[in-house]
C-alpha cells in the first residue's frame, strides 16, 4: 500500500491498482466547474478524479471501476478524505448504472496504450488501444444530461482524431484537444516494438502525446 498525494487529497492505493499519475493530473486540469453538478467517473481506479470532483462542490458523485481491489480502495480514499457525496460502484462501465441516469459530467482515464496482449489492465487496451475508449465513446452521449459534458484522457498512440470524430458523428460539440508532450514512459517504452509494427511510434521515438478530449451535449432548445 502506497500513499499518494493528490489536488490537496490523500490517496491510498494498493498493489494492482491505477495511482494518479501525469494523465489523471492533465485531465484534472480541464474539468470544468463542477459545483452541484452530478458527476461520474468511469475506470476510476482509486478514485482521484471522482474525490476532486467532490472536493470541487459537485453535489452527487459516482466512481465506477471492475476492479474489486480498485473499488476497495476508492471507498477507503472516499472516507479518508471525508467526501460522502462519492458512491463507488463496482462494474464494468456503464453497465454499472441504472437504466435512466444521466450526468452534468463525466471523465475517464481509461486503458489506452496499444499493445500485443493485455498483460496489465491498467494501462492495456488491446492491439489499437481503443477497446475501452470506443466503447465510452459510444454509449456516453446517451448519458450526458442536455448540456453536460464528457471530458477523456488519451495516448495519441490510440488515436486522438479517432475519438473526436467519434463524438462529433454522434452530435456532441468539440472543444480543441488539450495536448501535452512528454518523454516515453516506462510502460511504453515496455511495448515500444508493437507501437513502432502499427507505425504510431517512429523508430527510436522518445515521446508521446497525451491529449485531454472535452465534448459538450448541445443544451435543449427553447422554444421562441
Not at 115 to 130: C, H, L, S
Amino acid at each position: 500500500m502506497t500513499t499518494h498525494r493528490f489536488a490537496g487529497l490523500r490517496l491510498l492505493v494498493p498493489p494492482g491498482v491505477y495511482a494518479p499519475r501525469s494523465d489523471t493530473a492533465l485531465l484534472a486540469g480541464q474539468m470544468p466547474d463542477v459545483a452541484g453538478a452530478g458527476v461520474l467517473e468511469l475506470c476510476s481506479g482509486s478514485g482521484a478524479l471522482a474525490l476532486t470532483a467532490a472536493a470541487r462542490g459537485a453535489a452527487r458523485v459516482v466512481a465506477v471501476d471492475r476492479s474489486g481491489r480498485a473499488v476497495a480502495a476508492a471507498r477507503v480514499n472516499a472516507r479518508l478524505n471525508r467526501l460522502s457525496q462519492v458512491e463507488v460502484r463496482h462494474g464494468d462501465l456503464f453497465a454499472a448504472l441504472h437504466p435512466h441516469e444521466r450526468f452534468d459530467l463525466i471523465v475517464a482515464n481509461p486503458p489506452y496504450l496499444p499493445a500485443e496482449a493485455d498483460a496489465d489492465g491498467r494501462w492495456d487496451a488491446g492491439a489499437d488501444g481503443r477497446r475501452i475508449l470506443d466503447r465510452i465513446v459510444a454509449e456516453a452521449p446517451t448519458r450526458l444530461h442536455p448540456g453536460g459534458c464528457l471530458a477523456l484522457v488519451q495516448s495519441g498512440f490510440a488515436g486522438v482524431p479517432l475519438t473526436v470524430a467519434a463524438l462529433e458523428r454522434a452530435g456532441l460539440e468539440l472543444a480543441a484537444p488539450v495536448e501535452h508532450r512528454g518523454p516515453l514512459g516506462p510502460i511504453a517504452e515496455a511495448r515500444r516494438g508493437h507501437l513502432e509494427r502499427r507505425g504510431v511510434l517512429r523508430p527510436g521515438g522518445d515521446e508521446e502525446l497525451m491529449a485531454v478530449v472535452v465534448a459538450s451535449r448541445p443544451p435543449v432548445a427553447v422554444a421562441a
